[in-house]
């Protein structure tokens, strides 16, 4: 089959790899129909790739059809059409039971200390073949899939993989009050998608980035946008003039560890870049490396008792972190990779034909994945209006 794999920093390609196949009981095998392009690849194709393997194939966001399921596989069939969850679970340990899917205890990664494995998410991640392919071997299949309806188009259900499920947390988890206000900090896939769900449930939203097109989309939608680019270090003080002075009742930062306006990390990230793997890989766990603006704009914008809801990935293990500020302000964090299965159930009736969160135009782009290479530069520089990228292998 064909399939995306890392080849190095800033460097993918589609390669011809064996056929995935049931390894366990437990597995399924289903053929692709769309995968995307996560922000949170990026991180793998600049960033983290002290944790990936030449060869590695990437992706966590498919959906496509049941070809082959495993003896204990019970609720699959072939020809039941999936979305398939980018972090494996079993479905029925302590934590899933708690709806904590991410740290589901039969998958997690306990070499890395990490939590439930992720589709093509590098060694600290279990180092599972990734989605980005014509053919996907899912584990843990008696619960990682969400069956949804069969018909033409997977526009309406691909981003349940990880889009709507992360950007619906990271509203939940912002603990907006009732008529209360949100900043939302990077409007990529997640944040675009936060902003929309914040407004759909009524909260006033102030939007943020630098990238035209991106603010564009959300201001189409008559949300209210502001180009960092025209405040800088004065965000704080433009969202307060915008607020009676407080602040917003919470800020999703959606941006994570590749914020722009960090020199110092910036210098850590490229130095990590240039170091060998054996090198970088304790380097980033034991370090202080993200480039921290973002996190620090929302500390800044909050108002006092507001919460901070992060969605936007951090890898260092030492970031300085200005604690008297977070206490003084009394400020409230949540963070964490989205529990998919959790979200579904909410989110579900809005894959509606009113299509209130604009799911069926929310992709820029849409390519066939032999031009992979091509749509990570462009989602990597922010090239041609790239905001969501999707794969048809």
Request: aromatic share 6%.
């Amino acid at each position: 089959m064909k399939a995306v794999t890392w080849q190095g920093k800033r460097k993918v390609s589609v390669d011809t790899v064996p056929d995935p196949t049931i390894e366990k009981p437990t597995d399924a095998v289903i053929r692709v129909t769309t995968t995307n392009i996560c922000g949170s690849d990026l991180h793998l194709y600049e960033v983290l790739g002290a944790f990936m393997n030449q060869g590695d194939i990437l992706g966590h966001e498919p959906m496509g059809i049941v070809e082959e399921v495993g003896s204990e596989v019970t609720n699959l069939a072939v020809g039941d059409r999936v979305v398939v969850p980018f972090q494996i679970s079993c479905g029925s340990c302590y934590m899933c039971n708690s709806s904590l899917y991410t740290q589901c205890e039969t998958t997690q990664v306990r070499e890395q200390g990490m939590g439930a494995a992720i589709f093509g998410y590098s060694n600290l991640y279990g180092a599972v073949p990734g989605g980005q392919a014509q053919y996907l071997r899912i584990p843990q299949a008696q619960n990682t899939h969400i069956k949804v309806p069969v018909g033409p188009d997977d526009s309406r259900f691909v981003y349940l993989s990880d889009v709507l499920p992360t950007a619906w947390q990271a509203v939940d988890y912002a603990g907006i009050p009732d008529g209360g206000s949100v900043t939302v900090l990077g409007l990529g896939p997640i944040g675009d998608m936060a902003a929309r769900i914040a407004a759909h449930k009524g909260y006033r939203v102030i939007a943020v980035d630098r990238v035209p097109e991106r603010l564009q989309r959300l201001a189409d939608r008559g949300i209210e946008v502001l180009n960092l680019d025209d405040h800088g270090k004065n965000l704080g003080d433009a969202i307060r003039d915008r607020t009676d002075g407080r602040g917003t009742d919470s800020v999703i930062d959606a941006v994570g560890m590749e914020a722009h306006g960090s020199p110092v990390s910036k210098l850590a990230h490229d130095i990590t870049g240039l170091l060998p793997d054996a090198i970088a890989g304790p380097f980033m766990q034991k370090a202080g490396v993200d480039r921290l603006s973002a996190f620090y704009s929302a500390i800044d914008i909050v108002r006092r008792g507001g919460t901070i809801s992060l969605i936007g990935v951090y890898g260092g293990m030492a970031d300085p972190i200005p604690m008297l500020t977070l206490f003084d302000k009394q400020i409230q964090l949540r963070m964490g990779q989205a529990n998919v299965k959790k979200w579904v159930n909410d989110i579900m009736p809005l894959l509606t034909d009113d299509d209130p969160l604009g799911v069926d135009d929310f992709a820029t782009h849409v390519l066939p994945l032999d031009q992979a290479p091509h749509a990570y530069e462009i989602f990597q520089k922010k090239q041609d209006g790239a905001v969501k990228v999707l794969l048809k292998p």
